[in-house]
């Protein structure tokens, strides 16, 4: 099996790595048909197992599996982090782990630093995305990983951060009640332009669009990926994309970004 892949165009450090799976090259019997890599959704375990081990023949370090809730919740990503930790979003320095994401309309969000010191993802769902009090998933992400430190590299700025935005349900697709649209703007006023009256008390939203938005709130302006048209549409693309809002019965695309080990420094030659 050779797992079809999406990579990002992203001006990352050349040690910082990065892919997004489709939903072809797997295993998987339909409706899972054919790369679902989520264990949770009632797929064979089996062939969800050869999937992962699929993904990780395509990914030179290990893919760390959350347990994803809908919520804020971020965690540092070591060696002895095993799957199933419950969070939205992590973050590492340490070379041969995968930052992962798993997702079936929900937006995968993966940033890094120019420096190429550390990878961190986010699963942004609308309610993680909005999270409490102006504090969703990205901020808190982007709280953890701007602390970073390494040796002898000065701490990441928000105008250091790359973000690359991969599929999800499109802004002609993601059809919200009222309180959706509310949440938003109650936090970001101009979030209203990302909603369109679609009658009936409902409303189509741009769920990229609000995702861009708080990132440039952050500072985070170095945005790429998913523009909100309909090749990044998860509902729109059903031979690439798994979709939970248009199948019910869904399999699970994942996001990885990794860190590589930088090359080794040249030896200094003699004049």
Not at 126 to 140: D, P, T
Not at 159 to 165: C, G, P
Not at 194 to 209: E, I, N, P, T
Request: charged fraction near 20%.
């Amino acid at each position: 099996m050779t797992p079809d892949v999406l990579r990002p165009a992203w001006p990352a450090p050349p040690n910082v790595r990065a892919l997004c799976t489709t939903r072809a090259g797997g295993c998987s019997q339909a409706p899972y048909d054919s790369l679902n890599l989520g264990d949770h959704v009632g797929d064979d375990p089996q062939a969800v197992a050869a999937n992962r081990a699929a993904l990780r023949r395509a990914v030179p370090a290990r893919p760390v599996f959350l347990t994803q809730v809908h919520g804020i919740g971020v965690v540092p990503l070591t060696e002895q982090t095993r799957d199933g930790e419950h969070a939205d979003a992590c973050y590492t320095q340490h070379v041969g782990l995968a930052c992962t994401i798993m997702v079936a309309d929900c937006l995968p969000v993966l940033l890094t630093n120019r420096q190429g010191t550390w990878v961190a993802a986010a699963h942004a769902g609308w309610r993680g995305l909005v999270g409490q009090e102006g504090v969703g998933v990205l901020e808190a992400l982007l709280l953890r990983a701007l602390a970073l430190q390494s040796p002898g590299v000065a701490a990441s700025r928000p105008a250091d951060v790359l973000a690359w935005l991969g599929p999800c349900i499109g802004p002609s697709a993601f059809e919200v009640g009222p309180e959706v649209r509310a949440a938003f703007c109650a936090d970001l006023p101009e979030a209203a332009d990302r909603f369109k009256a679609k009658g009936q008390g409902k409303w189509l939203a741009d769920l990229a669009g609000l995702a861009r938005q708080r990132l440039g709130r952050l500072g985070v302006t170095e945005v790429h990926g998913n523009d909100g048209t309909a090749p990044w549409c998860t509902v729109g693309n059903p031979d690439r994309f798994f979709s939970h809002r248009r199948d019910r019965v869904s399999g699970r695309l994942a996001a990885c970004v990794w860190l590589n080990a930088p090359p080794p420094a040249e030896p200094l030659r003699a004049p």
